[in-house]
């Protein structure tokens, strides 16, 4: 017998993130603000999953589709199966395994898991230099840590959704406007893996 729908919100609980840097703006060299992306890993996700629907009434399959790694994940709902899934990206580390991993983590999502902080996505944050290391901080210039960080960026987004644009005005780009994309491309493969906060 499989798990019960009504103890599939427990999948929904909120994970302690961990972040990483995307970019440093507008250059590595004396930021004022960084791209971040709150994250868990694929051990988090099985765990959950073992957690509240127990390790038998849940399975994984993989496959590739047009060139792509899919996973899907199947939870025993009563008596059926059902199944959700989502393709993921290589990483720069290590393309085949970063791509499971990725697929993991999006089938995941579908599910409740981590769900909050993938619709967060990218968030550009203030920063300042700290013992070497550039760190997030609030408007007023405090270093973040934890839980601090998730709120400034669940802040930022909700100002950003508030926000009316002028259609008369024409968008700018702040940063590597006259870059080519495969230019950027290398870039970012040069300047990988980039600093993991805790």
Not at 75 to 80: A, F, N, P, Q, R
Not at 101 to 118: F, L, M, P, Q, T
Not at 161 to 172: C, G
């Amino acid at each position: 017998m499989g798990v019960e729908r009504n103890q599939l919100y427990r999948l929904k609980e909120p994970f302690k993130l961990k972040w990483r840097v995307k970019s440093l703006l507008p250059d590595n060299v004396n930021p004022t603000h960084m791209v971040i992306v709150g994250y868990i890993d694929a051990r988090q996700v099985y765990e959950r999953l073992d957690q509240v629907v127990r390790p038998e009434n849940w399975q994984e399959d993989y496959f590739e589709c047009k060139g792509k790694q899919f996973c899907k994940i199947g939870i025993k709902i009563g008596d059926e199966w059902i199944w959700k899934g989502d393709s993921g990206t290589e990483t720069f580390a290590d393309p085949s395994k970063g791509e499971t991993s990725d697929s993991v983590k999006r089938a995941a999502v579908h599910w409740g898991i981590n769900k909050e902080a993938y619709e967060l996505g990218e968030i550009t944050i203030k920063c300042k230099m700290d013992n070497g290391y550039p760190a997030p901080c609030d408007e007023a210039g405090n270093i973040l840590k934890g839980d601090q960080i998730l709120a400034e960026c669940k802040r930022i987004a909700s100002s950003k959704s508030e926000l009316i644009f002028d259609k008369n005005v024409l968008p700018r780009t702040i940063y590597n406007a006259t870059v080519k994309p495969e230019e950027k491309k290398q870039r970012r493969k040069k300047s990988e893996p980039k600093i993991i906060m805790p």
